[in-house]
């Protein structure tokens, strides 16, 4: 027997050591979508065994995450597929499985729900956990994911028309676009308001003075700054001869700006405007260093359409370090976007430090392999089972989140935190369930259950869009309320000591599943307790009333997501949602997100602003900016709301988001008849609409250049809706007429970010790695032809079937070559896109 239990102990300890050193290896592909003719996939994992010992038929666990819910139950011969709890699934060998020989593999198919049509789709963070050793989990040092490249891989169903976008298609939208040389572009972006050029040139350069008014020597210190990284010398603060001027006066615009022989003037009410004016000025100059630069005698006066510009960044899925929020803010105050919209807690992460509740950063910032989650919540988004890996772990200390708030001030940006709730609360339900579990231990029954925010006699059962079990506040308990006064006073106290005072939070409100409290006794006890509670449903209502009073009572403004302002009713016996008339005038502002094209909701956001809410248009069709570009295996990002390219945020219209909409969440073209018997806007609900905001949501978001590839360029498609004013063909009621003055603007737009913005982001600030798009290509009498998206680019392209590099030709004509033709797009310092194969 002593024998058999050292074997055993050697043969667990030789597999954990292969596995360790990269010994076993794991993969997985796609079969099918539309399996058996529904709406599911079914998929396979190939697990090999490279060592020389025989993997062994039992004691372990393979976890892995999955945005998409796998059937449980047996998979494989012996083998057990499992779900934990949100995207966390396992695979788990039964009494029956033998084990993998040496040099063989298993094969195990899966069953999950929906389609997986893009590599973002994939499972991600495989790890392995060994019996004997069960709160260490070993992430498999190789794991493939197979490309997708059969139809019935990229198609979602049998109903779907399209399964890529080809290069055809994309040489057919690009063909519209005119090239227009780059000293007739509009000189200033985001275009003001009125911009007039008048005879003469200004030399600036090299050596620079600035004078500014007092209430304007914050903006002087930081356009000196910026101007000392254009020419290459400190710019000089002097009060009494200056070439560049900026001036306080009682002027109606935000900011007017002219460059005349005297040199350069900016004049503003107030230190936004001259700000505003400052990012003007730097439009106007040129992307890389210089010694000087001659620029035009203009008049510039301009204001923002919209006081609301809003960019909101999801930190919670994934954890974006300091630095490249920075970044972020940076182009953000280069574009004149003024409120960033800071999505810091979720389901999977707690990612702000408040003083007196460390568990919420020491558990709920942490990701890691911990089943009771005493020490960390479980994996997300392949995070895998380290606690130190730094995209699900991380969060802002109260220094760094000070420090945020007052270079985002500087900018001229107001930060608004969001905390997440009733729903997508796991992080800070898990975290203050640590608490505890920390507390009753010590026998301190009282500050045990004093932030608590379960119910743990609370049997409903419900799943999340996300699949989470237990992710939803209970509502009915007295500690939620105290939480939420500790969260809220506590960043009132932060924002106070960075100096950028607090004057509105978002307090979420997003996709809470049908079936929460339903089976909790204290919520149930409170609706036989309260006269005005007559269900569960209503729990909602009293909830946010709370959370209202919370808000207010501290001087704040309440923001929220669109369920938050909906209500539940009846019509014709089925249950419909509507804007709930008890919030309507209470100051209360929406982000209204749904506007799916086609998904039947998708004048959500005019019934709202029209019953009184003050909304932010964040609609997915056109400002989620996670959404993929195309569709594209190759192109990163969710689609389940339909693509985003930069076309999709300039083309928006605000007051008649139904006249430019041209395709449904699918890509394909959108039916004229969507929008019969849809609300429209009236004219009370139009001075309800604040502004406009972009989302980027972080599931598959975890570098800075994966962030920055999806934010850029597509935020300035955004930043033009936002500040410049309604262009003429968003007005122009004969459709012919204002389909060719769309495509006029766009050629502009186009022109002006391939040829101005991409440069500049490409030269400032260490480079911004925005998108390169994908060359368009034909094939037409005999000869290759091929366009670009953004004119300025260039297509280099082979014809020996080689990748092409930054040496190779750039194409200027139809290419006559026969064979295998590659085509791929660069930039000015020699980043590309992916590459493009036509067969000629």
Partial sequence: MQLRFLFVCLLFSSFAQAQKTNGLTISWELVENGYQGKAQSLSTFTITNKTKKAFPASGWTIYYNFIRFVTPGEVAPGIEAGHINGHLYTLKPTAAFKGIAPGDSLKINIVSVAWVTNYTDAPDGPY??????????????????????????????????????????????????????????????????????????????????????????????????????????????????????????????????????????????????????IQSLRSLLPAKATAAVTLQHVQVADAPRFPFRSFMLDVSRNFHAKAEIFRVLDVMALYKLNVFHLHMSDDEGWRIEIPGLPELTEIGGRRGHDLQELTAIQPSYGSGPDINNTTGSGFYTKADYIEILQ????????????????????AAIKSMDARYAKFIKAGNTAAANEYRLSDPDDKSQYRSVQEWKDNVMNVALPSTYKFLEKVVDELVAMHKAAGAPLDVIHMGGDETPAGVWEKSPVAQQLIKDNATLKNTDDLWYYFYDKVAQIVNKRGLQLYGWEEAGMRKTKK?????????????????????????????????????????????????????????????????????????????????????LYKNAKEDGAGNPLPASTFIGKDRLTEYGQDNITGI?????????????????????????????????????????????????????????????????????????????????????????????????????????????????????????????????????????????RTVTVQN
Avoid at 225 to 235: D, I, M, T
Avoid at 615 to 626: A, E, I, P, Q
Avoid at 786 to 799: C, E, F, S
Avoid at 800 to 825: M, N
């Fill in 128 to 277: 392995i956990v060994w019996d004997q050793e069960p709160a260490k989990g070993y992430s498999f040092a190789e794991f493939k994911v197979i490309p997708s490249t059969q139809e019935k891989q990229l198609l979602r169903n049998a109903n779907d028309k399209k399964s890529q976008t080809t290069a055809a298609d994309i040489y057919q939208k690009n063909s519209g676009t005119k090239d227009i040389p780059a000293e007739e572009l509009p000189a200033i972006f985001p275009a003001p308001r009125a911009y007039e050029k008048r005879e003469g040139q200004y030399l600036l350069g090299p050596e620079i003075t600035i004078s500014a008014d007092p209430a304007f020597t914050q903006e002087a210190s930081f356009l000196a700054a910026e101007l000392s990284k254009v020419f290459g010398k400190p710019a000089k603060l002097n009060n009494e001869k200056a070439n560049i001027r900026i001036t306080q006066a009682a002027i109606k615009d935000s900011y007017t700006l002219s460059i005349d022989d005297r040199g350069i003037l900016i004049t503003a009410p107030d230190a936004e405007g001259a700000f505003y004016g």
């Fill in 407 to 426: 270079y985002a001030k500087a900018r001229h940006i107001k930060v608004i935190p969001e905390i997440e709730m009733p729903g997508h609360a796991r």
């Fill in 572 to 656: 014709d016996g089925h249950t419909v949602m509507i804007a709930n008339p008890d919030f309507g005038n209470r100051n209360f502002q929406l982000d209204v997100w749904n506007n799916v094209m086609g998904g039947g909701v998708e004048d959500l956001t005019y019934r709202l602003a029209n019953a009184g809410y003050k909304v932010v248009l964040s609609g997915v069709s056109n400002y989620y900016f996670d959404m993929a570009y195309t569709r594209d295996y190759n192109e990163p990002g969710f689609y389940w709301g339909g693509y985003v390219d930069i076309d999709k945020p300039f083309y928006f219209i605000p007051f008649d």
């Fill in 693 to 833: 905001q972009a989302a980027l949501w972080s599931e598959t978001v975890k570098t800075p250049a994966q962030l920055e590839y999806l934010l850029l360029p597509k935020l300035l498609g955004m930043a033009e809706r936002a500040w410049a004013k309604d262009p003429s063909w968003a007005k122009e009621k004969e459709e012919a007429k204002a389909t060719a003055l769309y495509n006029e603007a766009w050629s502009v737009f186009a022109n002006v970010v391939g040829k101005k913005e991409l440069p500049r982001l490409a030269a400032w600030n260490g480079g911004y790695g925005y998108r390169i798009p994908t060359a368009g290509a034909v094939v037409e009498d005999g000869k290759v032809l091929a366009n670009v998206q953004l004119p300025g680019l260039i297509i280099r392209y082979t014809t020996d079937g080689k990748e092409p590099t930054a040496k190779s030709p750039v194409y200027t004509a139809p290419i006559a070559q026969k064979g295998i033709i590659k085509l791929k797009v660069y930039d000015s310092v020699g980043r590309s896109g």
